[in-house]
């Protein structure tokens, strides 16, 4: 059975840094892109990042890039999301899903991360 | 990249048909055969329905079809069932080798 176990939301202050990390199993990690989503407080899905099965392409929304980095570790089957210079806007359910461009075929239950004074 | 444009709300009664549209540019939806549909219940994850415009996954009903012509996609449900109440959203690869989602479809089964 796929799983994908996100982790590392929580609450910081704007300006502040968090690392999300989704734990994965069920399925050979290392064969498939992997993404993020995230959906802020009663309002649609927004992608944010996906990344190819070595690492070796990575892309991101505009409004992330150069704050937020995604990153994976096929050795220990974990996707992560290094988030820098976090804004209020940021402030969302993210969610992990195996998949890239065509299809999110396997979603976590996401983290929320809240990014508030 | 702007969102994909989704109407906001649509309902029908259990056994109707309904159709959800998705509007995008020639950039995104009207580019590529790479849109998905996804359905989310409140406080639950996504869950594919539909891949590359009209595929299925296993164990999705066959009351889900997907289509598209030119800019615009389609998400179609037939013999609306209460358990279809849901929100929904497409998404779409883009030229700039990113992907974009609707904003949102709320069904309402009346």
């Known amino acids: 059975e796929v799983q994908l176990v996100e982790s590392g939301g929580g609450l910081v202050q704007p300006g502040g840094s968090l690392r999300l990390s989704c734990a994965a199993s069920?399925?050979?990690?290392?064969?498939?892109?992997m993404s993020w989503v995230r959906q802020a407080p009663g309002k649609g899905l927004e992608w944010v990042a996906n990344i190819k099965q070595d690492g070796s392409e990575k892309y991101h929304v505009d409004s992330v890039k150069g704050r937020f980095t995604i990153s994976r570790d096929n050795a220990r089957d974990s996707l992560y999301l290094q988030m820098n210079s976090l804004r209020a806007e940021d402030t969302a359910v993210y969610y992990c899903?195996?998949?890239?461009?065509?299809?999110?075929?396997?979603w976590g239950q996401g983290t929320l991360v809240t990014v508030s004074s | 990249q702007s969102a994909l444009t989704q109407p906001a709300s649509v309902s029908g009664s259990p056994g109707q048909s309904i159709t959800i549209s998705c509007t995008g540019t020639s950039s995104d939806v009207g580019g590529y055969n790479y849109v998905s549909w996804y359905q989310q219940h409140p406080g639950k994850a996504p869950k594919l329905m539909i891949y590359?415009?009209?595929n299925r996954p296993s164990g999705v009903s066959n009351r889900f079809s997907g289509s598209k012509s030119g800019n615009t996609a389609s998400l179609t449900i037939s013999g609306l069932q209460a358990e279809d109440e849901a929100d929904y959203y497409c998404s779409s690869y883009t030229s700039s080798t990113t992907v974009v989602f609707g904003g949102g479809t709320q069904l309402t089964v009346l």
């Open positions: 899903a195996r998949g890239g461009n065509r299809k999110l075929d396997y």
């Open positions: 069920g399925f050979t990690f290392s064969t498939y892109w």
């Open positions: 590359d415009v009209r």
